[in-house]
């Protein structure tokens, strides 16, 4: 008998969100398409109660990294029981959110005794090694795969004090903002874990968000920092490129990519983006750190301040001069939702109060082929193909084979990796094209950094909604090119929790001379400056976290999810 609950787990698996879905958007119009996939995966979810984490009650696990330090060296607290709080929350949260993956609890007990021991600094501490932990990637060929040596930036990051947890979760190869793979799982949001909380810094950016951490590190080569932050309500830092070793980094990355790739910092609280800045990622940045402007007061004098409004308005910053009108109505990306373009909003009156200027509506010079200039910077003749690192023996896969195994139900590969695969093998943008993307990708990087200048900041959205529902970005996975085209610009950015939307989740911006948005879960905004002006950025978070309150528990969203988005925006200002 068919009974409803099968049909319920039926529509509910993995392969029949999918496939559904796949029919509906071939079936369906065109115009509609992203509506039709939003309805369907909420309609599918509905079927499944939220469930979130529980509000942090340890006081330790509400301090930041710089108030704790602060009173574990004033000897108010201890690092053992700092250390033991969070150890103690992770083995609470974990099995609801999937985001820790190994743990390294004993040593780090082991070393914050030491902290507490060797305090005054009169002996060098046995600094923890990170060798024995496994470096998969989350490619289930290298799941007993130990790692031989830590990278330069970790090393860094212990040397300067760091107590290493563990490590997080991460998608196949790292290709995906969905982040699961066949050998942990898949990780959940702690807001709502029917939801994702983002990639390829997935874990990450779950387990501070859900208390079990206070700062992490992240790479983000097109927008892997960001959207953890994003969907999870925390801060997050794209650096600007070449600031961070990424020495050790997998996979690895070579020709342009590497100017495209930064390891970044993700918190709860915006000051230990600046303390983070000063000691951790001080010592991440190792002798690139003085470029950055790190501890520096904010030219309030001269700054600029930039937005984007809804993508139809927006035309190219060259019009006039060449015609060459533009705009980013790229039609594989999902447009904002009215939630989102709120969210932005305030921001921008919020900041236009706060530095006593005027926002200026950015025209920005992009195209409605987005996605294929992000595409061919990706480009490789020198890297791995993602068929070939799916094994993890040098060998290659048959990607088309694999795919069609996925579709019936004989997974061993992620959907996310083996699409990737696949269009990498079709080779759709041949080498004349590709080289025509470049020349568009430089003019317009040139274009947009004169825009700027040394102190202009663009306010935009890094994704168009809140979170996502899982398997949702599988039919959605072009709409990282609202913060992709940052990395191709090579440009800094720090995205920032702004408010809620109706659904409880936290919604927020990104700076960086650019920023993004989203509209169902956390509303939050990425902020894009100039290329070396993290330390600005940082400023500029700060200043937002004062204004709209930075990270809150579970708790306090839903306590306020019942609050019109749509309230007096000089309220919020």
């Given at each position: ?34 509506s039709i996939v939003r309805v369907y995966f909420r309609f599918i979810n509905s079927f499944t109660p939220r469930t979130s984490v529980s509000t942090p009650t340890n ?99 212990l040397d300067a004090g760091c107590v290493l947890l563990g490590k997080t979760n991460n998608p196949e190869v790292c290709l995906s903002f969905y982040t699961t793979n ?44 960001r959207f953890p932050a994003h969907f999870c309500g925390i801060f997050g830092l794209k650096t600007s490129v070449g600031v961070v070793d990424a020495e050790g980094h ?324």
């Open positions: 008998m068919w009974s409803m609950k099968s049909s319920c787990n039926f529509l509910s698996s993995t392969f029949a969100q999918i496939v559904f879905s796949l029919i509906l958007i071939l079936t369906a119009s065109y115009y509609y398409r992203f006081p330790l696990l509400l301090l930041s990294a710089k108030k704790a330090a602060r009173m574990i060296r004033e000897r108010q607290i201890t690092s053992e029981s700092l250390v033991e709080a969070y150890i103690s929350r992770i083995k609470e949260v974990n099995p609801l959110i999937i985001a820790l993956v190994e743990d390294g609890f004993e040593e780090a007990i082991a070393l914050a005794r030491e902290i507490d021991v060797k305090l005054d600094g009169a002996s060098k501490m046995e600094i923890e090694k990170i060798e024995k932990y496994k470096c998969t990637i989350g490619i289930l060929a290298r799941k007993d795969i130990v790692s031989r040596r830590t990278a330069p930036t970790v090393r860094r990051l066949q050998i942990y799982g898949t990780t959940r949001n702690p807001y709502d874990t029917r939801r994702i909380p983002g990639g390829s810094s997935g874990g990450e950016g779950a387990l501070i968000a859900a208390g079990g951490s206070v700062i992490g590190v992240g790479s983000d080569i097109a927008g892997s920092v997998l996979p690895v990355i070579t020709e342009f990519r590497s100017q495209m790739l930064s390891i970044g910092p993700l918190c709860r609280y915006a000051e230990d983006l600046e303390e983070t800045t000063r000691t951790r990622l001080q010592a991440m940045a190792g002798p690139m750190v003085d470029k950055i402007r790190l501890g520096q007061p904010l030219d309030e004098s001269s700054i600029k301040l930039f937005f984007l409004t809804k993508r139809k308005t927006i035309r190219s910053i060259t019009e006039g001069t060449n015609g060459n009108i533009t705009d980013l109505d790229d039609p594989k990306v999902e447009p904002c939702c009215p939630e989102t373009l709120a969210a932005l909003k305030r921001a921008v009156f919020a900041l236009e109060d706060r530095f006593r200027i005027k926002g200026k509506e950015l025209k920005f010079p992009c195209t409605k082929h987005t996605v294929e200039l992000i595409a061919a910077s990706m480009h490789s003749d020198t890297q791995d193909p993602v068929k070939r690192i799916l094994t993890g023996k040098g060998t290659d896969i048959n990607s088309f084979l694999e795919l069609a195994r996925f579709f019936i139900g004989k997974k061993e590969f992620t959907f996310p990796s083996l699409f990737v695969s696949v269009l990498e093998e079709l080779d759709l943008i041949k080498e004349p094209v590709r080289n025509k993307l470049h020349e568009e990708r430089d003019a317009l990087a040139t274009e947009l950094r004169e825009k700027l200048g040394e102190n202009g900041f663009l306010i935009c959205p890094s994704y168009p909604t809140a979170a996502p529902y899982h398997v949702q970005p599988t039919l959605t996975m072009f709409n990282f090119a609202l913060s992709g085209l940052f990395n191709v610009m090579r440009l800094p950015a720090v995205q920032c929790p702004v408010t809620i939307n109706k659904d409880g989740m936290p919604i927020g911006i990104q700076v960086s001379s650019l920023t993004p948005l989203y509209t169902e879960c956390v509303n939050i905004l990425q902020i894009v400056g100039p290329e070396y002006s993290d330390g600005a950025l940082i400023k500029i978070a700060e200043e937002m976290e004062i204004i709209f309150g930075g990270w809150k528990p579970m708790g306090q969203y839903e306590s306020q999810a019942q609050r019109k988005l749509s309230q007096p925006l000089q309220a919020v200002v």
